[in-house]
């Protein structure tokens, strides 16, 4: 039902910046709990943020202070926005939407990934 196209990632220099883009269709996005997750070669996936409908967002603590999560309605789209790049971020990094049913139950949707390399 929900469709979930990421952009954006690439090869960057250690202490750089790097926007990703997720795109996303078949639902209401406004009602949507958008989130970022990242999956790093031998580890398990994980949330790196979050932003909710009312625009509550969660980071990592790995990631506060550097990555910023932000949505446009307007546009059907979340971003994220990740600044001083480390090696340590380097990952395939998931689009997921959350829709939520039931007061405390949700429907997860997943985008394809898209590749961050950090590296000099």
């Known amino acids: 039902q929900v469709q979930l196209v990421e952009s954006g990632g690439g090869l960057v220099q250690p202490g750089g910046s790097l926007r990703l883009s997720c795109a996303a269709s078949?639902?209401?996005?406004?009602?949507?709990?958008m989130g970022w997750y990242r999956q790093a070669p031998g580890k398990q996936r994980e949330l790196v943020a979050r932003?909710?409908?009312?625009?509550?967002?969660t980071y990592a603590d790995s990631v506060r202070g550097r990555f910023t999560i932000s949505r446009d309605n307007a546009k059907n789209t979340v971003y994220l926005l990740m600044d001083s790049l480390k090696p340590e971020d380097t990952a395939v990094y998931y689009c997921?939407?959350?829709?939520?049913?039931?007061?405390?139950?949700?429907?997860?949707?997943w985008g394809q990934g898209t590749q961050v390399t950090v590296s000099s």
């Open positions: 997921n939407a959350a829709k939520q049913v039931y007061t405390t139950t949700f429907l997860n949707y």
């Open positions: 078949g639902s209401d996005f406004s009602i949507l709990r």
């Open positions: 932003i909710t409908g009312s625009e509550t967002t």
